[in-house]
Nanobody, 114 residues
Framework: QVQLVESGGGLVQAGGSLRLSCAANGGSLSLWTMGWYHQAPGKQRELVAAINSIGGTTYADSEKGRFTISRDNAKNTVYLQMNKLKPEDTGFYYC????????WGQGTQVTVSS
């Protein structure tokens, strides 16, 4: 069973940047379309970015131009570069396949102060 481990979150001021990482143990992610999901406090988890197996990407409207998803299949890792962060980006970030077919990891917490 693939285990997903997210890292890279933290506390940052509005306008700052963070780079999140998602490493997988127990299986390869290389053939999957992978996504990053954001769960704001008190809200449902939402897909913010996705990348397919050959590097094609898609973003939610609010993240376009600010976030960049990438992957390194050799390292079995997916990344999310987050720039120009806003207070509304606060919450937990999780990675999973597009459609969330794997067990969720613990996520990584991002807090953006105004």
């Amino acid at each position: 069973q693939v285990q997903l481990v997210e890292s890279g979150g933290g506390l940052v001021q509005a306008g700052g940047s963070l780079r999140l990482s998602c490493a997988a143990n127990g299986g390869s992610l290389s053939l999957w379309t992978m996504g990053w999901y954001h769960q704001a406090p008190g809200k449902q988890r939402e897909l913010v970015a996705a990348i397919n197996s050959i590097g094609g990407t898609t973003y939610a409207d609010s993240e376009k131009g600010r976030f960049t998803i990438s992957r390194d299949n050799a390292k079995n890792t997916v990344y999310l570069q987050m720039n120009k962060l806003k207070p509304e980006d606060t919450g937990f970030y999780y990675c999973n396949t597009y459609g969330a077919t794997l067990n969720w990891g613990q996520g990584t917490q991002v807090t953006v102060s105004s």
